[in-house]
């Protein structure tokens, strides 16, 4: 789901489209969610609220506290579409989920994303953003991928893998962590493509043994079973 915790207020909120929004922490401390508009402004995520006050003032910000109950709701409807596409559900977090395509029968990867997600918005009224690849990795950054690229990205081949990996910074990597990011980018690795051409003695000795899993999962050896957290 795209900003999900600021389109779930916007379901309710027709008015706050195209502005600035950011969604508060239960104690109305910190940045949890931002709109597009507000990432714009370089608002960053977990921002305490009481540093930015002048930025908020200036730009119009419209800040809200949360609503979790509602927030749980609305996942709720959204997984029960997915369901109905396919039991086999894996759902990672509030605002996403993993889907096992294997038993479906599907002529183009692309063209069944950009239906599922015309569905959920249709019919819970959210954004969402859709991967499609052979590893849950791949997947993951598919959909990070899908952001900037019409809203979804099928990783159907070894062109469309590459083309993907060419373009995507390092920071964009599941299970990466932006700790690891600066470190690389020092040692001349801005993106995914440059990680994976390092050599696996070099990659070995950066990572420990779920970061090389991560690594093979990029290059497409399935190393995450579906329901696998890790």
Same mark, same amino acid.
Request: aromatic letters at 8%; a negative charge; one cysteine or more.
């Given at each position: 789901?795209?900003?999900?915790?600021?389109?779930?207020? #916007?379901?309710?909120?027709?008015?706050?489209?195209?502005?600035?929004?950011?969604?508060?922490?239960?104690?109305?401390?910190?940045?949890?969610?931002?709109?597009?508009?507000?990432?714009?402004?370089?608002?960053?995520?977990?921002?305490?609220?009481?540093?930015?006050?002048?930025?908020?003032?200036?730009?119009? !910000?419209?800040?809200?506290?949360?609503?979790?109950?509602?927030?749980?709701?609305?996942?709720?409807?959204?997984?029960?579409?997915?369901?109905?596409?396919?039991?086999?559900?894996?759902?990672? %977090? /509030?605002?996403?989920?993993?889907?096992?395509?294997?038993?479906?029968? /599907?002529?183009?990867?692309?063209?069944?994303?950009? &239906?599922?997600?015309?569905?959920?918005?249709?019919? !819970?009224?959210?954004?969402?953003?859709?991967?499609?690849?052979?590893?849950?990795?791949?997947?993951?950054?598919?959909?990070?991928?899908?952001?900037?690229?019409?809203?979804?990205?099928?990783?159907?081949?070894?062109?469309?893998?590459?083309?993907?990996?060419?373009?995507?910074? /390092?920071?964009?990597?599941?299970?990466?962590?932006?700790?690891?990011?600066?470190?690389?980018?020092?040692?001349?690795?801005?993106?995914?493509?440059?990680?994976? %051409?390092? %050599?696996?003695?070099?990659?070995?000795?950066?990572?420990?043994?779920?970061?090389?899993?991560?690594?093979?999962?990029? #290059?497409?050896?399935?190393?995450?079973?579906?329901?696998? &957290? &890790?």
């Amino acid at each position: 789901c795209n900003n999900f915790f600021v389109s779930c207020e #916007r379901l309710f909120r027709p008015d706050l489209e195209g502005k600035p929004v950011i969604v508060l922490s239960n104690n109305d401390g910190c940045f949890i969610s931002r709109s597009a508009e507000a990432k714009a402004l370089g608002l960053p995520m977990g921002a305490p609220v009481f540093k930015w006050k002048q930025e908020l003032r200036l730009h119009d !910000v419209v800040l809200l506290s949360a609503n979790f109950e509602l927030y749980g709701d609305i996942s709720q409807r959204i997984s029960e579409v997915l369901r109905e596409v396919t039991p086999l559900v894996e759902v990672y %977090s /509030i605002d996403e989920c993993f889907l096992d395509l294997s038993q479906l029968s /599907i002529a183009d990867h692309a063209q069944w994303a950009q &239906h599922l997600q015309a569905r959920v918005q249709r019919e !819970v009224g959210i954004p969402v953003s859709i991967g499609v690849a052979p590893t849950k990795t791949l997947a993951k950054v598919a959909t990070t991928y899908a952001k900037t690229h019409g809203g979804c990205f099928a990783v159907v081949d070894e062109a469309a893998r590459q083309a993907m990996l060419r373009e995507l910074p /390092i920071e964009d990597i599941w299970g990466l962590g932006w700790r690891s990011a600066p470190r690389l980018r020092e040692q001349g690795i801005s993106t995914a493509e440059q990680l994976l %051409s390092a %050599s696996d003695g070099w990659l070995s000795g950066q990572f420990n043994s779920s970061g090389m899993r991560m690594i093979r999962e990029l #290059r497409g050896e399935v190393c995450l079973s579906f329901g696998d &957290h &890790h």
